[in-house]
T-cell receptor
Framework: AQTVTQSQPEMSVQEAETVTLSCTYD???????LFWYKQPPSRQMILVIR??????QNATENRFSVNFQKAAKSFSLKISDSQLGDTAMYFC??????????FGTGTSLTVIP | EPEVTQTPSHQVTQMGQEVILRCVPI?????FYWYRQILGQKVEFLVS????????KSEIFDDQFSVERPDGSNFTLKIRSTKLEDSAMYFC??????????????FGPGTRLLVL
């Protein structure tokens, strides 16, 4: 069974600073996909970034980047130049080849002005 | 930019009543999903749907739940006899099959269901 673990329930960061959210997962699959989703107070789930397990290069999307360590089964999200609008719950998610998603318990990020 | 939409945004119902949650996936998407998130907990997979049939379902998706795509645009989740523990936010998601993007699911804004 796949599990996704986010060990940081809450984090805070000063505006314009950098913050890293951690995520680890457990799977016996070799091909899979990893995602970070953002859930602002509106509760909508918004895709932030995704990573294909077969790609060694870390995904980047503007101020968001990941550190994907396949052997360690680690998938952390780095947010650079944090903005107030980044305040949200962040969920790490794993998708297996059967297209089933597994979510972590989330990290609540607060950006402090 | 196309979006997944869901109606209603909020639903309050009495225990034992039937509810239907509606979703309009992105128009060219072929795979559809329902998830739920109990307040303060993580998002849980309920069911996936493709080619007019369920492709996968979790243990949460018991006989009280059903899904349907009654026309070319809507994707519904029905709970036949609601229980208190069905109170949650329900998210619909869809994805397409275009190469390079087919793995990404796009989520709707959710329907907050409260069972009294």
């Amino acid at each position: 069974a796949q599990t996704v673990t986010q060990s940081q329930p809450e984090m805070s960061v000063q505006e314009a600073e950098t913050v890293t959210l951690s995520c680890t997962y457990d799977t016996s699959e070799n091909n899979y996909y990893l995602f970070w989703y953002k859930q602002p107070p509106s509760r909508q789930m918004i895709l932030v970034i995704r990573q294909e397990a077969y790609k060694q290069q870390n995904a980047t999307e503007n101020r968001f980047s990941v550190n994907f360590q396949k052997a360690a089964k680690s998938f952390s999200l780095k947010i650079s130049d944090s903005q107030l609008g980044d305040t949200a719950m962040y969920f790490c998610a794993f998708m297996n080849p059967g297209n089933q998603f597994y979510f972590g318990t989330g990290t609540s990020l607060t950006v402090i002005p | 930019e196309p979006e997944v939409t869901q109606t209603p945004s909020h639903q309050v119902t009495q225990m034992g009543q039937e509810v239907i949650l509606r979703c309009v996936p992105i128009s060219n998407h072929l795979y559809f999903y329902w998830y739920r998130q109990i307040l303060g907990q993580k998002v849980e997979f309920l069911v996936s749907f493709y080619n007019n049939e369920i492709s996968e379902k979790s243990e949460i998706f018991d006989d009280q739940f059903s899904v349907e795509r009654p026309d070319g645009s809507n994707f519904t989740l029905k709970i036949r006899s609601t229980k208190l523990e069905d109170s949650a936010m329900y998210f619909c998601a869809s994805r397409d099959r275009l190469a390079g993007s087919q793995e990404t699911q796009y989520f709707g804004p959710g329907t907050r269901l409260l069972v009294l």
